[in-house]
């Protein structure tokens, strides 16, 4: 059976988006290229578990990470559960096949004085229509922890002024109203005033390059690190360590756990207790104050 008949499931009745079609279609392709190299055959249908073994093993001498070779692997076995549903094949090959361990990495937020520095330097932004975009775009990160894709998606219609929100398409399709705060939402009102002046109803994307064209993943990336690099030295200046300042940042000070759930779209608590750890400030006041040996002691 074809790879592309899973995937027409996937877009039109599990409804995924289809940046995550694109995923899992990367993802199956691989495979379906190896098996192809090594069986003479593309129809993945019919691969067994040794062919899957193989093909993670090449994925490993390839210097895929772990992290990427556990998305493949959890494609794969979509895949073959898919063709379980449909009665294609009677056993999966991937049932047996395991993640790979992994050891997380420890995401550094940024600290709330490097985003105040940022925001609060004079001419870190420049003072046109680029440079206001550009510092909505890391407000709005801030601000509200949406995800690099949710903002790329966000149209002129999700904003709502009068409701001082705006409204997220996230994973899987899901809706999700976001609070923003006054001082910003008059900022972005000016904002879609100026855009809608230089490119009128070109897009109905909110961000507009300087062409009047929707972003895209690099381009945001790019701008959020070439600002960060100004008030920062971590290593990681993503849009997604905005996503986990904004968590921390509203846990440091006492937020519900739950409620920051909500507001970043997890579909569960594990997935946001991640951002429950202490920062490194914190943990020196601690000490200080407690311990015997510390320096305030």
Known sequence: MSVQKFLDYLKFEKKYSPRTVESYENDLNGFVEFYSVENGSDDISKAKKLDLRNFLMHLSQSDFSERSINRKISSLKSYYKYLLKIQEIDQSPAAMISTLKHNNKVRIPFSEDEIRNLFETDGIFSDDFEGRRDRLIIELFYQTGMRRAELIGLKISDLNFDEKSLKVLGKRNKER?????GELCERLAGYVRERN?????????????????????????????????????????????????????????????????????????????????????????????????????
């Not at 109203?177 to 705060?181: A, D, H, K």
């Open 177 to 181: 109203l976001i609070p923003v705060g």
């Open 197 to 297: 002046e230089l490119f009128g109803d070109k897009s109905q994307a909110l961000f507009l390059t300087k062409k009047g064209e929707p972003l895209y993943d690099k381009f945001v990336y790019k701008l959020v690190n070439n600002y960060l690099s100004v008030v920062s030295t971590k290593m990681n200046k993503s849009p997604h360590i905005l996503r986990h300042s904004f968590a921390t940042h509203l846990l440091n000070h006492g937020a519900n756990l739950n409620a920051v759930k909500e507001l970043l779209g997890h579909s569960s608590l594990a997935a946001t207790q991640v951002y429950t750890h202490s920062g490194i400030e914190q943990l020196k006041e601690v000490f200080n104050k407690a311990h015997p040996r510390s320096d305030k002691n």
